[in-house]
């Protein structure tokens, strides 16, 4: 019974991705950009720094995938006489949905790509997603005293590790423009990001205090289709 059900299992499977793959022919992207960080830390004066990244997905559906992300850049803040700068790494494991998964097109992927207008793909291809991943600090630190007295009087401390890893939460909202038009689905893609990290642990400043520090990442790459279909 065990070795039917298995066996089912796998035949399910196979026809699911064999039809999956017939529907577009890049399964696979590799991408990278760059784009600028802005902090919001405990040193909440905002200033913009470069970031760039390196990413892979794998397509589900044509609308649906998920993907590995790589990510260095700086973070940086200043006030009250003081200041960091956080030259970081970060990775994560994430999944986007894009809004052509709720419009019908993954059923017949092939005849839409050939008839859909230019906008209609451009909207097809708006997505949200999310992810889970880690982060390695490289900060460094000038605090004024009356600011570090400030800290320490509102019950926060000085974070110890300056170079500590950390469980970091990505959310991600943004576009995939398409372009070089073949039967099976475009090879290109420029994309449009805005990524909002969420930490777990009030420590990309070098100092911990009520809240947990976040960021952002707006970014604009280039992706490209791997495994075209002949």
Known sequence: MRKKLLSTCVIFLWIALGTAFAQFSRPISVGAGAGSTFNMTDLGNVEANFAFYGEADYLITPFISVGVHGEKGTISGNGYESEFK????????????????????????????????TFSKILSNVYVGAGAGLMKNRIKRSLSDFYQDAILNQGG??????????????????????????????????????????????????????????????????????????
């Open 157 to 230: 401390e000085l974070a110890d590790d300056l170079g500590e890893i950390h469980f970091v939460i990505p959310l991600n909202v943004g576009v995939d423009i398409p372009f070089g038009r073949t039967l099976y689905g475009p090879q290109w893609a420029i994309n449009v990001n805005y990524q909002h990290t969420l930490t777990t642990n009030d420590n990309l400043d070098g100092v911990k205090n009520r809240n947990n520090d976040q960021y952002g990442f707006v970014s604009v790459g280039v992706k490209y289709g791997l495994f075209n279909r002949k």
């Open 86 to 117: 956080n030259r970081y790494f970060a990775g994560n494991i994430n999944g986007k949905v894009r809004v052509g998964q709720f419009m019908g097109h993954a059923n017949d992927y092939s005849y839409y790509n050939l008839q859909a207008s």
